[in-house]
């Protein structure tokens, strides 16, 4: 019997459902109840826990934990000396990277980082935002923030350093961006010990391999259809453009079906082209993993 365990953190907060949902959709079965920081995997040599995802990197450093996943803003912040496993570009609003960013209020009259000189920045980003102000020879103030913000201009910041995908609170709050101090994406790390350990190292190749699958197959569906002789030209064409599409000859002479998976996007526009030119018994179908 295998008593073998690996220790996994899962980001709590922001992007915790987010994250449960792409491991479901790679294939692992969890459990959890409203109170618990202890997530159950259907996979028993899984151990896994909720914790921040500004805390994970340093954990997964110290060997506390064997592998995890939070933001590479959070390895940077830290300087946590991790392996990255694999990039896995999700967040809690779609599948693009985030942003850190530097905010002011819309009537200020800082317009560049230059003008941060002598002023004071609110941000939870303090050890990263410090280094890329003495980068750009800015001496300011940076204080840590405890939440909130973006209400924090005028009156308790002349600026913030704040994280965003779409833009709207900061919007919302009357403050416009100056600059971008960095991008960042999902990472799955590993503890450096763990990764010379041959059962663990396999053990979280595989979970980032179907981690990748899972997120591959999000924006894609699969397209089936069968295809007269007459048509076959036109609509291998069509599809070619796009992926190539596998092909089987039908029982019925003279038809053939045809298989492909294309962006969700796509399907809109391409299956009346596909009807108009001879497809027939046309089926759309999701995707769980897509593995290259």
């Known amino acids: ?36 920081y202890y997530p159950v995997f259907d996979d028993a040599e899984i151990e896994s826990m909720l914790i921040r995802a500004q805390e994970t990197a340093r954990y997964v450093e110290d060997g506390h934990l ?10 940077l912040e830290q300087n946590a000396d991790v392996i990255e496993v694999a990039e896995l570009i999700y967040g809690k609003g779609g599948f693009s990277p985030v942003r850190w960013v530097i905010a002011v209020p819309a009537d200020s009259k800082i317009k560049s980082v230059k003008d941060l000189a002598g002023r004071r920045i609110a941000t939870e980003l303090v050890g990263f935002t410090k280094r890329y102000l003495k980068s750009k020879g800015v001496k300011a103030e940076v204080d840590f923030s405890w939440g909130a913000t973006e209400v924090k201009p005028p009156y ?9 995908e779409t833009g709207t609170s900061l919007r919302a709050n009357n403050l416009r961006v100056i600059d971008t101090i960095i991008e960042s ?9 763990a990764w010379q350990d041959k059962w663990k190292r396999q053990k979280m190749e595989n979970i980032a391999m179907l981690l990748k699958g899972a997120l591959a197959a999000e924006e894609k569906v699969g397209l089936k259809m069968n295809v007269p002789e007459k048509s076959f030209k036109k609509v291998l064409s069509l599809l070619s453009a796009m ?50």
């Open 66 to 75: 064997d592998c995890g996943l939070t933001g590479r803003d959070w390895i």
């Open 1 to 36: 019997m295998n008593n073998r365990r690996l220790k996994l953190g899962l980001p709590k907060g922001s992007l915790q459902e987010s994250t449960l949902r792409l491991f479901r959709k790679a294939g692992y079965h969890i459990s959890i109840s409203s109170r618990s």
């Open 156 to 164: 308790l910041a002349d600026a913030i350093v704040e994280l965003t």
């Open 185 to 193: 994406t999902t990472r799955f790390i590993a503890n450096k010990k």
């Open 243 to 292: 992926h190539s599409p596998t092909i089987s000859p039908l029982t019925d002479k003279g038809w053939y079906a045809i298989e492909v998976i294309i962006d969700e996007k796509m399907v809109r526009d391409i299956i009346p082209k596909l009807k108009g030119i001879g497809a027939s018994g046309i089926v759309e179908y999701p995707l769980n993993k897509v593995i290259p």
